[in-house]
């Protein structure tokens, strides 16, 4: 039984289908029509229904996918236990917020690096919820998000408090001005749009942007106005041209920290990576 068979099956109970299977899985229809045969072949029994185009588990599809669940998890955990061999080398997934990127990852993965010299280190950007869903797809070893974080397979470690702050241009006010943020599943997106309604502001459209340069850059010339940590506004270099007002704790205070799994070996670059989070803010 090959795990790709294994993974191609959960693709198609997953997606609810043949064709949404393959898109997700980067192929054509007809490998995962012969995938899902194979299987069923070597198993010598139906794993679904075939009703019109459409397919449904079988009882014994729904035993496999219990199983198959069980041991594509394991080969992810046995993937990512020989990338981190030892406790200075292999590699080390971080995935980060744009803002916290900006503000606290520098200093954290250098001091990474001296402690750990040997360890590769992989960091991507994306929205929180994102970041969490790849911590528990075991995608990411850690991910560094706004909080707080409620799962039972993950491990949530405050590490700092940002304080977010109300932004617009100089001479502007967010009354009917879009709101400018980054992308759904962004925390701060949350907020300001609680925050909207909450303040009673008309609720303009939303402008999305993948960067803080981007974000910052149309607040300042009176497109729309956001939500922004308060210490990024203030080492941007338009923060001349922006005016900020403060919160009330329930929508500016976030808490910000580590998240990773629970269950997972103990690593001891995280532990250097979290304190000089801490030791830096």
Not at 148 to 170: I, S
Not at 233 to 245: F, G, K, N
Request: aromatic share 4%; net charge neutral; glycine share 8%.
């Amino acid at each position: 039984m090959e795990l790709v068979a294994l993974r191609t099956f959960q693709a198609v109970v997953e997606e609810g289908g043949i064709l949404a299977a393959s898109r997700k899985l980067n192929t054509v229809q007809s490998n995962v029509t012969s995938r899902i045969r194979r299987l069923e072949e070597e198993l010598g029994t139906e794993l679904f229904f075939r009703k019109g185009r459409g397919i449904e588990l079988a009882p014994s599809g729904r035993v496999l996918l219990e199983y198959a669940r069980r041991m594509l998890l394991l080969e992810r955990q046995t993937t990512a236990a020989m990338r981190q061999v030892g406790e200075s080398a292999g590699e080390l997934r971080i995935g980060t917020m744009e803002t916290f990127a900006a503000l606290h990852l520098p200093a954290a993965l250098k001091a990474v690096r001296a402690a750990h010299p040997a360890l590769e280190l992989r960091v991507q950007a994306d929205t929180s919820a994102a970041l969490t869903e790849k911590v528990l797809d075991h995608k990411l070893d850690c991910a560094f998000v706004a909080g707080p974080v409620k799962h039972p397979d993950l491990q949530f470690e405050e590490l700092v408090v940002e304080e977010l702050v109300q932004v617009c241009a100089d001479g502007a006010g967010p009354q009917a001005l879009p709101l400018i943020i980054f992308r759904e599943g962004c925390a701060y997106r949350a907020r300001a749009l609680a925050w909207q309604r909450a303040s009673g502001q008309a609720c303009a459209d939303v402008m999305e942007f993948g960067t803080l340069e981007g974000i910052l850059g149309c607040v300042s010339v009176g497109l729309g106005w956001t939500l922004m940590p308060r210490r990024v506004v203030e080492r941007s270099p338009l923060a001349a041209e922006l005016v900020v007002e403060a919160l009330p704790a329930d929508v500016g205070r976030v808490p910000t920290g580590m998240v990773r799994l629970r269950d997972a070996r103990p690593i001891a670059a995280l532990k250097t990576l979290a304190d000089a989070v801490t030791t830096g803010a």
